[in-house]
Every structure is written in structure tokens, then in C-alpha cells.
């Protein structure tokens, strides 16, 4: 039987957290579990029901009445994961300008943050996975066998995320998406509750002038460092 790993990788929006874990998951075989998926689904659900992100007690209440749950893609799916809320596959509903700022407006929480952490942590266990988000090695996975600060400079992240959207149809400028990208990283960084931080123990990662593919092999590269794989 093979031992298990548990990879935790934090970092700020726009890092290349989502697609990086992704294809890592699939390169190792490991289970990926994106965390900002269930944000975002909750974000969804406020919207649907009329609640505003930034209600507290609306939020959790939702929580509390409604499922959220993900799950491993079909196969020759594009996405790495599907979510549901209460059984409906919601996951190319996750990706619009309100769910991303309603994504962060629930995430700041603590009730949610708490509710969230149980559930993400019940999902890892046992497993081999590689999960991002913004405070996973602080309190989801603490005891990940490598965690993972994954960064990069605010104006390629935002450029990242303007041509995600674009290529959806989404329409925001270059500028708007870089206004943006700084208000979430100072509301991820500036909430009470797990703020985003790079941990003592993490191995810091900066893409800023890497592909996709040159981020896999650094990684897999102190995976087999640290005699993980």
C-alpha cells in the first residue's frame, strides 16, 4: 500500500493555485480538492436565495439547510472537479464577477471558515490529495507532509484572471481586474479570521516567469527532494 501525502498549497488569488494543484493531482494520482470551489458555491447559493454575501448569520443559515459537496470530474471533463449544491451540478456557474467577489465576501466568515474547514478536512482523510486554497497548511491540513506558498507579482496575477475571463466572456478591463486583484488580496490578508499568510514551514513558489509546465516540475522536484514520491 502507498503511503499517504498530503500537499497544502496557499497563496493569493490569481497564483495558478487551481490549474497548478489540478494537474499535479492528475500527474501524482492524488485527489484534488478545491477549496474555493465550496466559496464559491455558497456565494451561488446567496445569490439564488437572496441573501447578501455579506450576511453572516444568512450565510451560515444556508449552510445549515443546504449540501455542498464536490466531486471527482466525468471523464474528458475540462474541470478537475464538480460541485453541487443540494445534488445540482453547479460547477460552470462558479465563475462570473459576482460569484468571485461573493466568493470572498462569505470566505471572511469565521462561522463559514470553521463550517468549511470540518467539511474540507472529512474529505482528505485517508487520502493522498493536493489541496489549495488560502489556509490550508494554517488549519485544514497542518500536518501536510509539503505545504506550498504559491505567489507571483499582483499584475501578472490580475493578467491571468483577465484573460480567464475573457475567454469566457466575462467583460472587465485589464485595469478593473487589477483594482480587484488588490482588493482581495487585502481582504484575504486583512480578515480575523486565518488571514492569508506564508507559513513558517512552507516552501514559498513565485510563478511570475514560469509556465504551468516549468511549476509541475519544481514541484514534483521537492516532492522527490523530500523523498515524498
Not at 131 to 141: A, N, P, Q, Y
Request: aromatic fraction near 6%.
Amino acid at each position: 500500500m502507498k503511503p499517504i501525502v498530503q500537499i497544502a498549497i496557499d497563496g493569493p488569488v490569481g497564483s495558478g493555485k487551481s490549474d497548478i494543484s489540478a494537474s499535479l493531482a492528475t500527474t501524482l494520482g492524488f485527489v484534488f480538492i478545491y477549496t474555493g470551489a465550496m466559496y464559491r458555491a455558497l456565494a451561488l447559493l446567496c445569490q439564488q436565495s437572496g441573501v447578501d454575501t455579506k450576511d453572516a448569520q444568512g450565510a451560515l443559515a444556508l449552510l445549515s439547510t443546504h449540501t455542498i459537496d464536490l466531486e471527482p470530474p466525468l471523464p474528458d471533463s475540462k474541470k478537475p472537479y464538480r460541485a453541487f449544491i443540494d445534488g445540482k451540478d453547479v460547477t460552470e456557474q462558479l465563475f462570473t464577477p459576482d460569484v468571485d467577489r461573493g466568493s470572498s465576501d462569505v470566505g471572511v466568515i469565521p462561522d463559514v471558515r470553521k463550517f468549511m474547514v470540518r467539511r474540507q478536512q472529512e474529505l482528505a482523510k485517508g487520502k493522498s490529495v493536493i489541496m489549495e486554497g488560502r489556509d490550508i497548511g494554517l488549519r485544514v491540513l497542518p500536518e501536510a507532509n509539503l505545504k506550498i506558498y504559491l505567489t507571483a507579482d499582483p499584475e501578472e496575477r490580475a493578467k491571468r484572471r483577465y484573460e480567464q475571463y475573457r475567454r469566457k466572456g466575462t467583460a472587465k478591463t485589464l485595469e478593473e481586474m487589477i483594482e480587484d486583484t488588490k482588493f482581495r488580496d487585502a481582504q484575504d490578508m486583512s480578515r480575523v479570521t486565518d488571514p492569508l499568510q506564508k507559513l513558517p514551514d512552507a516552501w514559498e513558489l513565485d510563478t511570475t516567469h514560469m509556465s504551468q509546465d516549468d511549476v509541475i516540475r519544481a514541484i514534483i522536484g521537492e516532492l522527490k527532494k523530500r523523498s515524498l514520491i
